[in-house]
């Protein structure tokens, strides 16, 4: 059970380049071990813990293929199927952001694969580039628009309505993609799956659950809450403990380490003041070039400490979730469910492309609308 525990530890390379990349950046910073537990977002990381708990519960108790096995009758094509898929990633991403949006569709996709043997990576790209078009739209769609949405006063349908022009064209474009790169070959039902079994009970304790969590994130007792889904899952399914990416989370605690000391570099912290002299095209790029770095959270984190909630900051931290893997953590989420090494670099070949897509998209419509 402990070799089970650690193993993924272990292996994740991922993990042991951002402890790398933290115990480097720690002999130029002032070493203050003390005050790492205050750059780490507590609330993501609760928040993840217990989503990561409830979605493997799910899969394990089979409802998944149940669930998939129905889908693939309803649709005729690997096309239809995929458009129907990064659609749906996108349009959940609105209201339940991108990160949650993700924790449902990717144990989806990973269990049609066995039932009709659609290109598994390749979805999984899509939905990972489509959670970020998607939840882009709403001030509720991910944490960057949170952020502003709160610092700026505008209401709920005026920020939806700056948006919109950016998310229409990308989720838009997206389609665009999944119609050539999807074929319309037909799909096959595999009738050896037709008798799987699952578990009734532990969807229904799954959902409970559910309600509950999000009932203490509704109230801010998230703690509370996790260690309600926690206790649920000792006593009717101790397997989904077991089986869940634990590793995962320390990654992303590292990550928002790791952040913090690189903001406290000297070169950042001399020359960050001067972003509020910085024109509208050179504040553009370094809300999207920031992002590829530093992820699109602490980017606008750090640039709402010298410039306003702008439109303009608003799109340029949104497109800066493309690109690189760190530009986001919903990339890194996507990737890390997919299971598959080929997948990280497979990304960027989508990704990248799509980036400069949204610049140029994103800068033409900013000059049109001014």
């Known amino acids: 059970m402990l070799r089970q525990f650690l193993r993924p530890f272990l292996r994740d390379r991922f993990l042991h380049l951002l402890l790398l990349i933290g115990l480097i950046v720690s002999f130029f910073v002032p070493f203050a071990p ?58 959940l991403s609105t209201f339940l952001t991108n990160d949650v949006a993700l924790f449902i569709v990717v144990p989806l996709t990973i269990t049609l694969k066995k039932l009709c043997g659609i290109p598994v990576t390749r979805l999984i790209i899509f939905e ?5 078009a998607g939840s882009l739209l709403t001030p509720i769609g991910n944490p960057q628009n949170i952020l502003l949405w709160g610092r700026s006063g505008i209401s709920f349908a005026a920020f939806i309505w700056q948006m919109l022009p950016l998310a229409a064209v990308l989720v838009l474009s997206l389609l665009i993609l999944c119609w050539f790169f999807f074929p319309a070959r037909a799909l096959h039902y595999q009738a050896r799956e037709q008798q799987h079994q699952w578990k009734p009970r532990l969807v229904w304790t799954c959902l409970v659950l559910y309600l509950v969590f999000l009932a203490s994130l509704e109230l801010h007792v998230e703690r509370w809450g996790l260690l309600v ?33 690189l903001i406290q570099l000297p070169a950042l912290r001399e020359n960050l003041p001067g972003v509020t002299q910085f024109s509208s095209g050179g504040l553009f790029l370094l809300g999207v070039g920031l992002s590829q770095f530093i992820s699109n959270v602490p980017s606008t984190i750090l640039l709402l400490n010298y410039v306003p909630p702008s439109m303009l900051l608003a799109w340029a931290v949104n497109i800066g979730g493309f690109g690189l893997l760190p530009g986001s953590l919903a990339n890194l989420i996507a990737l890390r469910m997919a299971g598959d090494r080929r997948i990280w670099w497979r990304f960027h070949l989508w990704s990248l492309p799509l980036l400069a897509w949204g610049m140029l998209v994103g800068w033409g419509l900013l000059t049109l609308l001014r």
Do not use: C
């Open 128 to 132: 990972a580039l489509a959670v970020n």
């Open 229 to 261: 889904v926690a206790a649920g899952f000792l006593i009717v399914a101790r397997n989904v403990l077991l089986n869940i990416d634990w590793s995962l989370l320390l990654v992303f605690v590292v990550m928002f380490i790791d952040v913090h000391l």
């Open 34 to 91: 003390a005050r790492w537990p205050d750059a780490i977002d507590w609330h993501t990381i609760i928040t993840l813990s217990g989503l990561m708990m409830l979605t493997k519960g799910v899969e394990l108790s089979g409802y998944f293929d149940v669930l998939g096995r129905r889908m693939v009758k309803g649709f005729a094509s690997e096309r239809q199927l995929a458009m129907f898929m990064v659609f749906g990633a996108a349009l």
